[in-house]
Structure formats: C-alpha cells, structure tokens
C-alpha cells in the first residue's frame, strides 16, 4: 500500500478559508514529492459558501453538505453559548449578582442625567434630503425634524426593569434554597482548610505550648475575616 505524500501548503495561510482539497492530475505533486492543494475559497461554487472544500474537490457531495451544516450549528452555539454544567443553585445567585451589578450601573447613568431627561426627550428625528448636493453630487441627508415628547427615559425604562428581575431571580433563589447552598458550600470549603492546617502543623513538631495557642489564633483571625478586618 502506497503511503499518502505529506502535504504542502506552499506558503499559504489562509487556513479553512481555503478548500485545500487534495489535487489531482499530473501537477499534483511538488518537486520533493508532497501532496499540492486546492486554494480556492472554502465552499466556492457549492451551497455552502466559506465552509469546506469547493465543488472540484468534493464539497458537492452530500456527505459534505451534511459536515458544512454541523460546522454552522457549533459555530452558532460558540456565538450564543454552548452548553456547559452548571449547580443550579449557583445558576441563580451568579444571575442574582450580574443583576444586581446591572441595576447599580443603570442606577449611576440615571443619576448623571439632567433631571428633565428623565420625562421629556427626543423620540423621533426624521432625515431629509439637503436642498443643496454633496461636493461629489451625491444627495446628503440633513436631520430637517426632530420630534420630542413627554415619557419615560430608556435608561429609566431599564433601570425599572432590571430592578424587577432582580427581585425575581432573587426569590427565585431564595425558594431554591441557593443561600443554603452557599452556607453548605462554605462550610465544605472552611473544613477543608482546617484539615489542611491540622496537617500542616502536625508536621511542624510544635510543643504543647504552641500546638495549645493554634485554635484560639485560628479563631481570632476567622472573626477578623468574618468582620471585615482583612
């Protein structure tokens, strides 16, 4: 069985933008011996155009037709977000922090604005064209209209609804019982750091002095953490 030449891609960068299908015929070999390939665009002259090889290269084939769609669908999940594990418990409170940093920024525009924003401003601006043409001739479009009415702001508006979400994301949690698996999840992680540090000041020889001022030491820093000393 003859082995399959190694390929060249003679300089070329273009990477899956290109169909670099295998060539055939009597030029499809380099001078050393390796395989040449197509540098048409991915997908040039098929129904899927950028994805694949070209239509000289097999990409007209079913087969092919049915790898470009899979190729689309990833390339969606990556844009939208894939799916990944998730506690739902965490699910709800990282969603209750990203609104709640939401509503404070919303609530820090809203106060930067002129106090008569809030109610009253522009809603429509209508583009006329200019009675006098462009340099070029083109037709320019000036604002000729600029409509203003009374209603809420559109900050306002997400203001009020991001404020709504977060009281509902946060009940949510809280019926979920996600606050109690933050104490169960803190609680894991603090015995864990305790058995650490047993382990590690067993390997210390410490006298019984010393090994008898650990807990009380232990205990002082935990209430400096937990009031916000550090």
């Given at each position: ?99 709640a940093g939401h509503v404070e ?8 604005l002129p106090a008569e924003d ?69 609680t894991e992680v603090g015995t ?39």
């Amino acid at each position: 069985m003859a082995e399959t030449p190694l390929i060249d891609l003679e300089g070329c960068e273009m990477g899956d933008r290109h169909c670099h299908g295998r060539r055939r015929g009597p030029d499809r070999l380099t001078d050393e011996g390796k395989q040449k390939v197509c540098h048409n665009w991915a997908g040039a002259g098929t129904t899927h155009k950028r994805i694949g090889h070209c239509k000289r290269h097999g990409g007209g084939t079913k087969e092919a037709q049915i790898n470009a769609d899979r190729i689309k669908v990833a390339a969606v999940l990556v844009t939208y977000g894939g799916p990944i594990d998730v506690d739902p418990a965490q699910a709800l409170l990282t969603e209750v922090r990203r609104t709640a940093g939401h509503v404070e920024w919303l609530g820090k525009v809203l106060a930067a604005l002129p106090a008569e924003d809030l109610t009253w401003g522009v809603y429509e601006t209508v583009d006329k064209p200019s009675a006098t043409p462009a340099p070029d001739g083109s037709v320019a479009m000036v604002a000729e209209e600029i409509k203003s009415r009374a209603g809420a702001n559109m900050v306002l508006r997400l203001y009020q609804d991001e404020r709504k979400h977060l009281v509902m994301v946060a009940k949510a949690a809280i019926d979920a019982g996600a606050s109690q698996r933050m104490v169960d999840m803190f609680t894991e992680v603090g015995t864990a750091y305790v058995n650490m540090i047993e382990r590690v000041l067993d390997g210390l020889d410490l006298t019984e002095a010393q090994a008898a001022r650990v807990p009380t030491l232990i205990t002082g820093e935990l209430e400096q953490i937990t009031r916000g000393d550090h």
